[in-house]
């Protein structure tokens, strides 16, 4: 029987014990790579302190890495039954490995701050990928807006067509979305980029333990310095990354919206290649847009991230409680829907095909109706004058639309301003640098 980290001789009834691991053994695979960083960093600084010696290091090194291997070839690393969690795992194996020499790995640190840095190496490691996956879309969004710039469509306000609009603006605004969607993004980063290792239970430990080794080792960019903070910060650098997540799921729901809506018959204003649709079992015309209908669906469970985060973590004191532990069961899987739907949005939007001519149809001559007024207000004409002045013509049915449209200022039909996005795009990725 494999005893526990924390064992003292007192046996925890069985269904008390499965109860509390929960899922930790099956989630734990995600973090046992960063476990095995963490621990190779903690010892490091150990021997630099005189807490192991070099040969004691060296040993444990050359373990570590084999067991890092291992974890990395897909289906050889387990987290073994009886042992709760991968912290446990590790440590037992480098016992079994190297007797005493293993027991030593866990001077000067606790499962509280061993989890917090694993779970902070991931999430670091976790919105990068993000945030490449980010920019792909960002780019196949540009390249879209590039390439339709010249088709028009028409925008709506209250659901009713109002004004010229054109495809260049549409995918453009979602590529300038995504833009501040990765500010947030940056921003769970530089929070997350903070190594809380040596805060220990959360109480910091009474040896010499030198923690900017650690966080240089490690590669974070800062130290969680106060170690009650350290502790406080398991809970709120999650949260932090669902606002991101909720962010960016908010951007791809309304794309989806959107693109299921303008693919319908009734609209029409583009379609997407049979290859991207599917079938009904009785309708042989439907081709049906679910994989935009399943973004729009998952993005909306994203959506609500934060909320059961902060509904988890909600009225509970400073220092450590077992509630975290369940944060683990909500954020991760949120983050790989994330990951997919990012995915397949870009493959999807990269093979968009729009329409064109879409305002020749005499049903959208009526929102030319600016244009009309800006026109007369051009020749001379008070802007309000020119408004009642068109308004009568709509009205006795003589109004005739014009055949031009003609925007200039920035991040208008015939100003993009794609560059100016790219640019801060460009900006904001360096800052994951």
Request: a negative charge.
């Amino acid at each position: 029987m494999t005893k526990k980290l924390w064992e003292k001789g007192i046996k925890t009834d069985e269904f008390i014990e499965k109860f509390t691991v929960g899922k930790d053994r099956e989630l734990d695979l995600e973090l046992a790579k960063y476990d095995v960083q963490g621990t190779i960093a903690h010892i490091t600084m150990l021997e630099s302190v005189g807490l192991l010696k070099k040969n004691e290091l060296e040993l444990l090194i050359k373990e570590l890495n084999r067991i890092l291997n291992e974890i990395i070839e897909p289906g050889k690393f387990e987290i073994e039954e009886g042992v709760e969690d991968v912290h446990s795992q590790i440590e037992l194996m480098l016992t079994r490995e190297l007797g005493d020499i293993g027991k030593k790995v866990h001077s000067g640190r606790s499962r509280n701050d061993q989890v917090l840095v694993d779970i902070k190496l991931y999430l670091r490691d976790q919105l990068k990928e993000i945030a490449s996956l980010v920019q792909k879309l960002f780019n196949s969004l540009v390249e879209q807006s590039e390439a339709t710039k010249d088709v028009l469509l028409p925008g709506y306000t209250h659901t009713q067509a109002a004004m010229p609009s054109s495809f260049g603006l549409w995918f453009g605004a979602y590529a300038e979305s995504l833009v501040d969607d990765l500010v947030l993004v940056q921003a769970a980063h530089t929070i997350v980029n903070q190594n809380p290792l040596g805060s220990a239970a959360g109480y910091g430990s009474s040896f010499p333990l030198n923690r900017s080794l650690t966080t240089e080792l490690l590669g974070f960019a800062n130290m969680n310095t106060n170690v009650v903070y350290a502790q406080m910060g398991r809970g709120k650098a999650e949260q932090t990354v669902a606002f991101a997540v909720a962010g960016l799921a908010g951007t791809l729901n309304k794309l989806a919206s959107d693109m299921c809506l303008y693919n319908s018959q009734n609209f029409g204003f583009l379609k997407l290649p049979d290859e991207l649709t599917t079938g009904s079992s009785i309708m042989p015309h439907k081709k049906n847009p679910d994989v935009f209908e399943l973004i729009r669906a998952k993005t909306n469970m994203l959506k609500a991230l934060p909320t059961t985060i902060s509904t988890v973590t909600g009225n509970l004191t400073s220092g450590y409680h077992r509630d975290f532990q369940v944060l683990k069961e909500v954020l991760f899987p949120a983050i790989e829907e994330l990951k997919q739907c990012l995915f397949i949005a870009d493959y999807s939007v990269s093979k968009t095909m729009v329409s064109k001519k879409i305002l020749d149809d005499p049903k959208y001559k009526l929102i030319f109706s600016v244009e009309a007024v800006n026109e007369l207000v051009l020749k001379g004409v008070p802007f309000r004058d020119a408004y009642l002045q068109i308004s009568k013509e709509i009205e006795t049915g003589s109004f005739t639309p014009p055949k031009e449209v003609n925007h200039t200022h920035e991040g208008s039909i015939g100003n993009l301003g794609n560059d100016q996005i790219k640019a801060r795009m460009k900006e904001v990725m360096f800052g994951f640098e």
